[in-house]
């Protein structure tokens, strides 16, 4: 009975204060909203309870919102900025009949909408409206206003009504309407077309703009706002003028006065080129203007003069200068200056880096036994003995230098024994034991790298300058006072020769040839120098910065060179005491690498600069370093290379 009694005194509590509530809400009438990094499903929540509107929202509408309000505003300006804070974040809201759809904007052009709940359209509603125009053609405005809608709007012309649909925000829609109706003019404001026969365009609009001043003003050019207007149509050589029939006329009749043939037969330009090669840009000009004067009605087969071709157009380069200097009719002007502006252009340039690598390992071990009796009242021939050459010394050295007082230097690389001995008699032996071994190792490496334009030879060498004989004469009994010895100097070490061309999508075409040249050992049937060499010459694709094979050698060459005495150098163990026995096995593994880098604009080139700045910047810090000197770690600018006073910053 006593909780009965309290529900009832809540009730009538309630009763009793609310008009005084209602009282209050009407009073005040205003909100402020001030949320930060709220959740926009929270935001919606907020302005249905102020509003009083009822809510769908899309799935996929998702998002926090911040939003900022320092002066009260009405339940409608709370709507206005609800739908400017859904637009912001590619949102929109579809009012229907019972509720409004909150969705994504690109959707909302497909939905219809139900502006009965609204006293007033909110500026930022998305709408549709049908745009009646009264005296131009729909369709051409189409292009005009298309760039005004927004993306996820929609614009289309309809032929029959002569209208345009538009779906928008109600306030962009407002100003497409204003703007249609400043373009919607009578139908005396026409637009006319006037080719021009000997004239140039380009300088006809600005001789009318100065006779014609109170029309056209000192802008000139077509202006939306501006009644009158004259524009340039230099693709055809063609005026368009836009305007009343009065003003039509005057500019007709004006035209027709200048649109007269040159008195010089032609006029003369200048072009100064920044990019492209004058003589090789007049050759391009002198074939393409001379097929265009063929095609053109009227054309002579006349002789073609220097420089021209034969079509009353002649160009001519300026290699000092770089420029060309072409004369010719209005239209073929207007052609070569189109043709130079798409030629003019700033070449890209190419880093070719390339990579040498050569590996190469020599191993060779000799053993021999040679042994000599002799007779000295026989004279300097041993009675019997063995002489094997392809192992260190010789026996015929040894004996030489014995019989004539001299010395010999042992064998290199290994161990020599001999021994003998020469008795009363005369009678003498000997015996000489050389045991030798030889190893050779090398790990070659050269990065040249050279920059070139696109689609240019380009080539670099390093190594030397060697003479190589060619010819002699020393016989002076043919009547020659003065031998001589004629030589012809060489390029003896490494070449690069690549031809880059760069294709739409960056791959990089080369045309390389590479060859690495060195001075051989000494030979001892060879009358003059021997080089050794390889080449490589290929042409291969790459893409802008990948690594790429061009080729490669492996070699591995295995020689034995065994000398004994016949029966003798056969026997078990006994005979490695009448043989010799050289082997050599040599290895070599060549590999050429090669990477192209493409440099579009100065930032590449600048890039590629420092880069190489701060790899002999390293180089320089640890040879430094080994020496036990200061170093400054802090790499130099490039530019302290070419200043006088700090050309020692790298040293």
């Known amino acids: 009975m006593s909780k009965h009694r309290t529900s009832i005194t809540r009730v009538l509590l309630l009763v009793i204060l609310l008009p005084l509530m209602s009282l209050v809400y009407a009073q005040e009438g205003t909100w402020r909203l001030n949320l930060k990094d709220a959740d926009i499903r929270a ?27 320092s002066a009260p505003m009405t339940k409608d300006e709370i709507y206005d900025l609800f739908l400017a804070v859904l637009q912001v974040h590619g949102f929109t809201a579809i009012p229907g009949e019972e509720v409004i759809k909150v969705v994504q904007q690109v959707d909302a052009k497909q939905a219809a909408e139900s502006l009965g709940r609204f006293t007033t359209i ?14 131009a053609n729909a369709l051409e405005l189409v292009p005009i206003l298309r760039p005004l809608v927004a993306k996820y709007g929609h614009l289309a012309g309809v032929a029959g009504a002569n209208a345009l649909i538009i779906s928008d925000h109600l306030a962009n829609i407002q100003r497409m309407e204003q703007i249609v109706r400043d373009l919607d003019r009578p139908a005396k404001y026409e637009v006319e077309v006037l080719q021009l026969q000997e004239a140039w365009v380009g300088d006809m609009v600005v001789l009318l703009q100065e006779l014609a001043p109170a029309e056209l003003g000192s802008g000139g050019g077509a202006d939306a706002s501006r009644k009158y207007s004259v524009t340039a149509d230099e693709r055809s050589n063609r005026l368009i003028l836009r305007g009343d029939q009065p ?7 004006l035209i027709r006065k200048l649109d007269q043939p040159s008195a010089t037969g032609g006029s003369t330009q200048v072009i100064r080129l920044n990019n492209a090669d004058a003589k090789t840009l007049a050759e391009i000009l002198k074939g393409v203007m001379g097929e265009l004067a063929k095609e053109a009605p009227g054309a002579s087969s006349g002789s073609q003069g220097r420089g021209g071709t034969g079509s009353g157009f002649s160009v001519f380069a300026d290699e000092g200068l770089n420029a060309l200097v072409v004369r010719g009719e209005p239209s073929m002007m207007q052609e070569a200056e189109l043709i130079v502006a798409q030629l003019d252009v700033r070449r890209a340039q190419v880093l070719i880096e390339a990579a040498i690598v050569e590996i190469s390992d020599e191993l060779g071990k000799d053993l021999g036994v040679q042994f000599l009796l002799g007779n000295e009242g026989s004279g300097s021939t041993p009675v019997a003995g063995t002489n094997f050459n392809n192992v260190g010394r010789s026996v015929t050295e040894i004996l030489g230098a014995i019989t004539g007082g001299g010395t010999v230097a042992p064998a290199t690389g290994g161990l020599t024994v001999g021994a003998g001995e020469r008795h009363r008699d005369g009678t003498s032996w000997g015996v000489l034991l050389q045991s030798l071994s030889s190893s050779a190792a090398a790990n070659l490496l050269s990065t040249p790298s050279i920059i070139t334009l696109d689609n240019q030879e380009s080539e670099i060498i390093v190594g030397q300058n060697v003479p190589f004989r060619t010819g002699e004469t020393t016989n002076t009994s043919a009547g020659l006072s003065n031998p001589f010895t004629t030589i012809e100097r060489r390029d003896i070490g490494l070449t690069l020769k690549v031809t880059p061309t760069i294709s739409a999508d960056r791959l990089v075409r080369m045309v390389v040839e590479q060859t690495t040249e060195s001075v051989a050992d000494s030979i001892e049937d060879a009358s003059d120098i021997v080089t050794n060499k390889r080449e490589i010459k290929t042409t291969v694709l790459a893409d802008d910065g990948e690594t790429i094979v061009l080729g490669g050698l492996i070699r591995d060459d295995y020689l034995v060179n065994k000398s004994k005495v016949p029966l003798l150098g056969d026997i078990p163990y006994l005979g490695r005491l009448f043989s010799s026995e050289s082997t050599r096995r040599v290895k070599r593994n060549l590999l050429v690498f090669l990477r192209p880098t493409i440099m579009l604009d100065k930032g590449d080139a600048v890039a590629i600069t420092n880069s190489k ?39």
Request: charged share 25%.
């Open 613 to 651: 700045l701060d790899g002999l910047w390293d180089v320089n810090l640890g040879i430094r370093d080994k020496l036990g000197l200061p170093t400054d770690t802090q790499t130099p600018d490039v530019d302290t290379l070419f200043r006088p006073e700090t050309s020692g910053a790298i040293k």
């Open 122 to 135: 909110p500026s930022e509603q998305l709408i549709t409206r049908v745009i009646q125009v009264d005296n």
């Open 247 to 253: 003003f039509r006329d005057k500019m007709r009749s």
């Open 43 to 69: 935001f919606v929540t907020q302005v249905a309870d102020i509003t009083g509107y009822s809510f769908v929202v899309d799935p996929r509408v998702k998002g926090k919102v911040t939003v900022l309000s």
